[in-house]
């Protein structure tokens, strides 16, 4: 295939192997011995060990030349036939069944069919096992298949014992100094991060930095992934000028090493566009990113998961900056395609374009005169829906996630708006609990929590227990604001006395709306 063919059709230009004439005239030799040799008047039959080695050959043929989608209906149609022909008078070996059935499992684990290649993978690595043994290492490349199937599906638990079984068995087999070995250390630092077992992470990024850099010297490639997995860790324990001098290291050498464009130097530059921003530099975060996404776009087409991460963040950024003609329209482009990346499946990165777009179209119903007002708003309650249940039913995030908190919060705000107090109180007191219960409630968030469901309950007449919540807000405040001897008397004395304008603002409402309870009568709205 020519290169103007590969851009074309969007092909990744690091991941393609060039099919030669000399391969593309064997695959056609392959497909026309496997029709002569199928043939059950002229030929062997389809299920003759002959027939079989063929199919064979012409499925890892595909496979070397990434034809994924050829390779997995050969890699079917032999693992099929192995299958039926167990019965046969020509006797096939056991073993090659489940051998056929692995090599199936990763061709749809290439073709990020993960919930197909799953099971697979699974009844394969059994079948090796009773026949080879706990340790053998041809159990390694299934090992990997299902470690990699597990961590993209978010069974982080399960991935974690896996990726450590597949670590044992490197050992065992390869040594625990290999390259392969070593490398292994560097995606379990991955799962353990995801997992948010930070301190695990960094112990292990520390072990593999520094054995990579005796064993294989500070410019090999797994060195390198050591230093960008390690900076992936420290960002996300909040190191952002730690993990930054260690992706711009990374990033010099990629440069250098790889090229301006390959798609390792790439993932760096939009994580120190994602660093950038968590510095609150949001214009340098745009460059970055904006980089990275015209290479995306040149590398693997639209529509690739990678293209669409960067068009996510640079919709976010645009968004930010009130853009919201361009904005919408990274947003969208970034739903519907990672909607038809992960079709039915509440992907963590699906829900945060949904949230976003959401956020943006609720910016957007504030232009009420506008004919087109009432589907925006229609829209924005369907996106904060589906992003809030998608979070809550996720095992990895849960209803006292950080970004479910988010999304609830966004979605309550929209309620209060509304007018529809039932809903937004409801959105609230979920909120106020799940604060409470990850952060405590002497905490700034909390806090915030109580005194907008205190405002609800007091705009609905219900004022004792509003006076209740507005007590918990005034405490949260007091922590965070203000040392616990400042008091009401004390700063209308003296003004300098007088507390943060938050606290001051919740004592003074609380104040009044316990009046309100004390003479105001019962809790009827």
């Known amino acids: 295939m020519s290169e103007a063919k590969c851009e074309e059709e969007h092909v990744p230009k690091y991941l393609f192997t060039v099919t030669t004439p000399e391969q593309e005239a064997e695959l056609a030799r392959l497909r026309l011995e496997i029709d002569r040799l199928g043939d059950k008047f002229l030929g062997c039959g389809l299920e003759h060990p002959k027939t079989l080695q063929c199919v064979l050959d012409c499925a890892e043929l595909c496979y070397t030349t990434r034809k994924f989608e050829e390779a997995a209906k050969w890699f079917r149609h032999a693992w099929q036939g192995v299958g039926r ?16 059935q692995a090599r199936l499992a990763k061709t749809l684990c290439d073709l990020r069919r993960f919930k197909e290649s799953e099971p697979l993978f699974r009844e394969a690595l059994a079948g090796l096992e009773t026949h080879l043994g706990q340790d053998a290492a041809e159990l390694i490349p299934s090992v990997d298949g299902l470690s990699i199937v597990l961590h993209e599906l978010l069974e982080l638990p399960e991935a974690e014992e896996t990726f450590l079984r597949l670590r044992r068995l490197h050992e065992i087999n390869t040594g625990p100094m290999h390259p392969d070995t070593l490398s292994i250390l560097n995606r379990l630092a991955l799962v353990l991060r995801d997992a948010n077992k930070l301190a695990e992470a960094d112990r292990i990024c520390v072990e593999s930095l520094e054995h990579c850099t005796i064993v294989l ?15 992936y860790v420290r960002h996300a324990m909040g190191m952002s000028e730690e993990a930054e ?66 068009v996510h963040f640079v919709g976010v950024l645009v968004l930010r900056r009130e853009d919201v003609v361009e904005g919408e329209q990274l947003l969208r482009w970034a739903l519907t395609g990672r909607q038809a990346l992960y079709p039915g499946i509440p992907h963590p990165s699906m829900l945060a374009s949904a949230h976003h777009l959401a956020v943006l179209m609720q910016r957007k119903t504030l232009w009420r005169y506008d004919p087109r007002a009432e589907d925006w708003l229609r829209e924005t309650e369907e996106l904060y829906r589906l992003a809030l249940k998608g979070r809550q039913e996720m095992p990895s995030m849960g209803p006292s996630h950080k970004e479910t908190i988010e999304t609830a919060k966004c979605l309550a705000v929209f309620y209060d708006d509304e007018g529809r107090s039932n ?29 907008a469901l205190a405002t609800i309950l007091q705009h609905q007449h219900r004022y004792v227990e ?7 807000a005034v405490e949260g405040y007091r922590h965070v604001y203000a040392p616990p001897k400042v ?31 004390l003479f105001g009568g019962s809790d009827s709205k």
């Open 85 to 100: 022909a167990m019965n046969r008078p020509f006797e096939l070996p056991h073993i090659l069944v489940y051998r056929t």
């Open 466 to 472: 509003s006076a209740a919540v507005f007590k918990e």
């Open 245 to 310: 001098d260690m992706f711009r290291l990374a990033l010099s050498t990629n440069e250098r090493q790889l090229g301006y464009d390959h798609p390792n130097t790439v993932t760096i530059v939009s994580k120190i566009g994602m660093l950038l921003s968590d510095q609150q530099d949001f214009e340098q975060s745009e460059e970055f990113h904006r980089r990275a996404l015209k290479a995306c776009i040149d590398n693997y087409g639209r529509d690739h998961e990678r293209t669409l991460d960067e």
């Open 423 to 451: 809903e937004a109180e409801g959105l609230w007191c979920l909120v106020f609990k799940a604060c409470k219960a990850t952060k405590g409630l002497l905490n700034v968030e909390t806090a915030d929590a109580a005194y």
């Open 487 to 517: 008091t009401r008397a004390g700063w209308e004395e003296d003004d300098e006395k007088r507390p943060h304008p938050v606290l001051e603002d919740a004592i003074l409402v609380q104040e009044s709306v316990e009046k309100l309870a």
């Open 217 to 231: 010297g500070r410019d090999h490639p797994t060195t390198q992934t050591s230093v960008e997995i390690a900076a």
